[in-house]
């Protein structure tokens, strides 16, 4: 019963902050699009949004951001994709962090 719950407490928490749920991937191929990173990462799960990182010139920057529907599913994802290759290149997959605290962390 108490695992029912604590189950559930996740499940809410994910609903309730769909973030949880959303991963940064670097070293991208410059040839990524999004219906190649659909097929690759949807692979462990519902993807809600993938946002190739572009310049203001329209040219890659090689980092995406993807967002799972489910925070199970990202897990499963950073054990499963990290340091393996993508469109010939190894791609670091790990939890996005909101700006703020990617920023603060980056001042200290």
Partial sequence: KAG????????????????KARLIIRNLSFKATDKSMREHFSKLGELAEINILKKPDGKMVG????????????????????AKPFLGRPVA?????????FRGAQDT
């Fill in 4 to 19: 029912e719950d604590l189950e559930d407490g996740r499940k809410k928490l994910v609903r309730s902050n769909p973030r």
């Fill in 93 to 101: 997959v790990d939890w996005a962090v909101p700006k703020e605290v």
């Fill in 63 to 82: 980092c995406a951001f993807i967002q799972y529907t489910n925070a199970n599913h990202a897990a499963k994802a950073i054990k499963e994709f990290n």
